[in-house]
């Protein structure tokens, strides 16, 4: 799904990419549950016992440390996590193992079968032929499933440093307030070093063509902010 030199990326920012993630408000975990398909306990919580469960499998598409893949699986018999970076599926399967996860280093055109939740969360900017990614993702949707695809958008293509910067800083200060001085530098220093090299190199769509793109693939699509990012929702049709 992703170039080789992305994945390659990856491979390298893998544990500073988690770290961050640790340190920083996580809104796509916290919306999941609420855009879970129709028959999905959603409102279980996490400690409920495992045959409430729903049938069916979940994919986690870009699934990075796991992070994701986790919150799926307090409500699904089986999820499938997915990563091109051989790196993230290994810090993965270290931190975040569950015995209903399977951790895969893979592309996207690998894949088969049929899921009742696909998710994608911030990698779709990544593959290089965006309209053929949305048309195999629709072709892993089961009758009745549903797709969550989250990505980043933005009024630029590509976003200078000078203004990735600034923003930080911005952040930085926020957190002074908010974290205190020692968890506001790590933030801070870990998301102005290499972590800053790669966000410079991504290309990003705004938010009307993420509506209009997304939409061809998906018709009947609904659109909605998950915090800064943007989001598509969309349910396959029951089988007749």
């Not at 609420?34 to 279980?44: E, K, N």
């Not at 968890?183 to 705004?206: K, M, N, P, Q």
Request: charged share 25%.
């Amino acid at each position: 799904m992703l170039s080789w030199e992305e994945a390659q990326s990856f491979n390298r920012l893998a544990e500073l990419y988690d770290r961050l993630g640790e340190l920083t408000d996580d809104r796509v975990a916290a919306w999941l549950p609420s855009v879970l398909p129709v028959g999905v306990p959603a409102a279980r919580g996490p400690d409920a016992p495992a045959d409430s469960r729903a049938t069916g499998k979940a994919l986690d598409l870009g699934c990075g440390a796991g992070r994701h893949a986790v919150v799926l699986a307090e409500y699904f018999e089986h999820v499938d996590a997915v990563d091109l970076s051989g790196a993230m599926i290994r810090l993965a399967r270290r931190k975040r193992a569950r015995g209903n996860i399977s951790y895969l280093e893979s592309d996207l055109r690998d894949l088969d079968g049929q899921y009742a939740f696909v998710l994608s969360s911030a990698t779709l900017h990544h593959v290089p032929d965006l309209p053929d990614a949305l048309r195999q993702i629709r072709g892993l949707i089961a009758p009745g499933g549903r797709a969550a695809l989250v990505d980043t958008v933005s009024a630029r293509p590509a976003n200078p440093r000078w203004w990735l910067y600034g923003g930080e800083i911005r952040k930085f200060l926020r957190n002074l307030v908010r974290r205190g001085p020692a968890e506001a530098w790590e933030i801070f220093r870990l998301s102005t070093g290499r972590w800053l090299d790669h966000r410079v190199s991504d290309r990003y769509l705004s938010r009307e063509q993420f509506e209009r793109v997304y939409a061809e693939a998906f018709p009947g699509a609904t659109f909605t902010r998950v915090g800064s990012a943007h989001a598509m929702i969309w349910d396959h049709p029951q089988s007749r």
